[in-house]
């Protein structure tokens, strides 16, 4: 690898991202289950532009540190760095910040694993 595999996705909060809406509390803040889907975004936008023909990439493996509330209004960046390649597994150091006024403020970290498939294929054997 020498040259970083990485991208950054932007993301503001809305009502329908809160932990309210998506069923994980009752706080109209960012819900855990929004932001890790964001983070698994960012390592699809990381991976995808390097995957031959046909293939995708699956999650297979996620862990996410929860740190900070982000309220309605507030805009995350989302960065997904890869951090280690053996065949077809790929892992990502993710993290979510706060930009804006409270910007740089880590609310979350974590790892995400991806596996790189055939899409024909992978879709085959269910």
């Known amino acids: 690898m020498s040259t970083p595999v990485h991208a950054t996705t932007s993301h503001e909060v809305t009502e329908a991202d809160t932990a ?12 855990t289950p929004r932001l890790l889907a964001w983070a698994e975004a960012a390592t699809c936008a990381a991976i995808d532009p390097s995957l031959p023909e046909g293939s995708t ?7 996410l ?3 900070g509330a982000s309220p309605v209004g507030a805009t ?14 790929h ?9 804006g006024a409270s910007g740089g403020k880590v609310v979350a970290s974590g790892e995400v694993t991806r596996v790189v498939v055939d899409a024909e294929r992978f879709l085959s054997r269910l």
């Open 57 to 63: 990439s699956v999650g297979t493996r996620i862990e």
């Open 76 to 89: 995350l960046e989302v960065t997904a760095i890869l951090s280690h390649v053996d065949g077809r597994l």
């Open 65 to 67: 540190e929860h740190r």
């Open 20 to 31: 309210l809406a998506v069923g994980s509390g009752s706080l109209p803040v960012l819900g």
């Open 91 to 99: 892992r990502f150091s993710v993290a979510a910040r706060h930009t």
